[in-house]
């Protein structure tokens, strides 16, 4: 993602590649079914009256607004390094009554104090890390979760489908490529994120996803 330095020369991948496009992200979101998948990520979350929720990589804000519509009363903020993202993410809480709160900032580096959280959710965002940002972010997680608290994730699954020959091709992006399920999860592991886990896989118009959990 390639960012305005919001803190310190820091960058980042917009939404749709590049920021000109980013109009075109929640029409392209809608297209692909992602809206579907927010919800299947909502249900695992299992989330309850009165807890915390963090969104990390928040984008304009569609898995809080679906959260919102859905209920149950909770206390939701939605980070991004984004701001013209979080400026749309805002304006639809706004025109909902949706209190959620948008704040700009890096995964890497939570505005949120030790143990604050009862759920962190991620939608499509961390394949967008490299390596050792991916690393920060998780640390990150674990650091603002609240013991017993959870992780919940879906990202696109980069595991390379096979050709007619029965080989496996390249993806395309090396991001995407180190987006696989053992790769996650060993990262969770790392992190120091417990009980790692893949809890679902599937595919949609744009290829396969996964599931993933952890806990604090």
């Given at each position: 993602m390639t960012e305005t330095p919001a803190r310190g020369q820091r960058h980042y991948l917009p939404a749709m590649g590049k920021h000109w496009l980013l109009p075109l992200y929640?029409?392209?979101?809608?297209?692909?079914g992602v809206g579907r998948i927010h919800k299947q990520l909502l249900d695992r979350a299992d989330l309850r009256a009165g807890q915390r929720v963090l969104e990390i990589g928040c984008g304009t804000g569609n898995l809080l607004t679906s959260l919102g519509r859905r209920g149950p009363d909770v206390d939701a903020v939605g980070i991004d390094p984004d701001p013209a993202a979080l400026r749309r993410a805002r304006r639809k809480a706004a025109r909902r009554g949706l209190p959620i709160r948008y704040e700009q900032a890096f995964a890497g580096e939570l505005p949120l104090p030790d143990a604050d959280v009862d759920r962190v959710l991620s939608a499509f965002?961390?394949?967008?890390?490299d390596e050792g940002e991916?690393?920060?972010a998780l640390r990150e997680v674990r650091r603002v979760l609240r013991p017993g608290g959870?992780?919940?994730?879906?990202?696109?699954?980069?595991?390379?489908?096979?050709d007619a020959s029965g080989r496996g091709r390249k993806p395309r992006h090396p991001l995407v490529a180190a987006s696989v399920p053992?790769?996650?999860?060993?990262a969770l592991a790392e992190a120091g994120l417990t009980n790692p886990t893949m809890t679902g896989r599937d595919t949609f118009r744009f290829g396969a996803y996964a599931f993933y959990r952890a806990e604090r």
């Open positions: 929640d029409p392209f979101t809608r297209l692909a965002m961390l394949h967008h890390l991916r690393l920060r959870q992780l919940h994730i879906v990202d696109v699954d980069g595991t390379p489908p096979e053992e790769r996650v999860l060993a």
